[in-house]
Nanobody, 123 residues
């Protein structure tokens, strides 16, 4: 069993930055994928970025490439999402997820989810 707790959301102006954190507890394996997803009101949950726990592979959605950086600190059992050059369209609830099967873009392939943290970008 894996437990995930997100933090770091908030209100920021367009062009600003935020860093989200996902504290991971429970058993993790190098093959696990840690992902960030987001869901805006009235929209489906969408993939943002993912990293294998080993750090050997990273994938980004095209919409965030060059602006967001995913990383993990194994010693702290924490996954981060550094978000720079934020845009109003980045406004959403951001969720951390863990998948036992590897990196996938579909939220249905992830087994564990955090409660989400709100990110609001004002124009």
């Amino acid at each position: 069993q894996v437990q995930l707790v997100e933090s770091g959301g908030g209100l920021v102006q367009a062009g600003g930055s935020l860093r989200l954190s996902c504290a991971v507890s429970g058993r993790t394996f190098s093959s696990y994928a840690m992902g960030w997803f987001r869901q805006a009101p009235g929209k489906e949950r969408e993939f943002v970025a993912a990293i294998r726990w080993s750090g050997s592979r990273i994938v980004y959605a095209d919409s965030v490439k060059g602006r967001f950086t995913i990383s993990r600190d194994s010693a702290k059992n924490t996954v981060y999402l550094q978000m720079n050059s934020l845009k109003p369209e980045d406004t959403a609830v951001y969720y951390c997820a863990a998948g036992e099967s590897g990196i996938f873009l579909s939220s249905s392939r992830y087994d564990y989810w955090g409660q989400g943290t709100q990110v609001t970008v004002s124009s």
